[in-house]
């Protein structure tokens, strides 16, 4: 039973530029959350995806943006990027919503973003 | 108010003594208490996990302290070992919003 899987693992962009992250759940889930984690810092949450729409967003500008497909899989964008972007996101997923609070809640290994 | 302070930044022990890292919060609306492991180049992963109607929960080596009149919450490593040498992570929800709220990380390394 396959995890939840994140591409690419590791990226480097310049300022300005655009990034597209990917995550797929594991097997049965259906909500995905993502998460920044700076260097030295605990995972912020960015937002959470549930049937294909923004179910709850954290603290981040509208330069990050992110979708969720049919199969569940999902997107994060980061658009205009900056030198303050460069961290390790992190995807989770949780089958339906609430499932922080039940344990059930599984992270990927992320992709780490350095923007030079 | 959103905020979980979480110390020592850094801890390194002894094989077989005991790890302690304490967390503090001031959202009284808190009230799922988790602890994250994470070793390097892997996602944290659920340790073990307390809500604020009991006061320790222990599982194996590990156990949580809960301290509501304080706003406190510890996790103490019993006989810790070189496997356990990781960061770990407090962490605090609300129930009815799905999201975490994440201490800063403690880097434990335990010497043999």
């Known amino acids: 039973d396959a995890g939840v899987t994140q591409s690419p693992t590791h990226l480097i962009k310049t300022r300005g530029q655009q990034v597209t992250l990917r995550c797929s759940p594991k097997?049965?889930?259906?909500?995905v959350s993502w998460y920044q984690q700076a260097l030295g810092q605990g995972p912020q949450f960015i937002f959470q995806?549930?049937?294909?729409?923004?179910?709850q967003r954290g603290n981040f500008p509208d330069r990050f943006s992110g979708h969720q497909f049919p199969n569940y899989s999902s997107e994060l964008n980061v658009n205009a990027l900056l030198l303050g972007d460069s961290a390790l996101y992190l995807c989770?997923?949780?089958?339906?919503?609430?499932?922080?609070?039940?344990?059930?809640?599984?992270f990927g290994e992320g992709s780490r973003l350095t923007v030079l | 108010q959103q905020q979980v302070k979480q110390s020592p930044q850094s801890l390194i022990v002894q094989k077989g003594g005991i790890s302690i890292i304490n967390c503090a919060y001031e959202?009284?609306?808190?009230?799922?208490f988790p602890w994250y492991q994470q070793f390097p180049g892997k996602g944290p992963a659920l340790l073990i996990a307390?809500?604020?109607?009991?006061s320790e929960k222990k599982e194996g080596r590990f156990t949580i302290s809960f301290n509501k009149s304080a706003k406190q919450f510890s996790l103490h490593i019993m006989d810790s070992q070189p496997g356990d040498s990781a960061t770990y992570f407090c962490?605090?929800?609300?129930?009815?919003?799905?999201?975490?709220?994440f201490g800063t990380g403690t880097r434990l390394q335990v010497f043999p």
């Open positions: 989770a997923s949780s089958k339906w919503w609430g499932q922080v609070y039940t344990g059930e809640l599984f």
């Open positions: 097997s049965g889930h259906d909500t």
């Open positions: 995806y549930y049937e294909e729409e923004e179910r």
């Open positions: 959202n009284t609306a808190f009230d799922y």
């Open positions: 307390i809500r604020p109607d009991v």
């Open positions: 962490a605090a929800a609300t129930h009815g919003i799905d999201k975490l709220i």
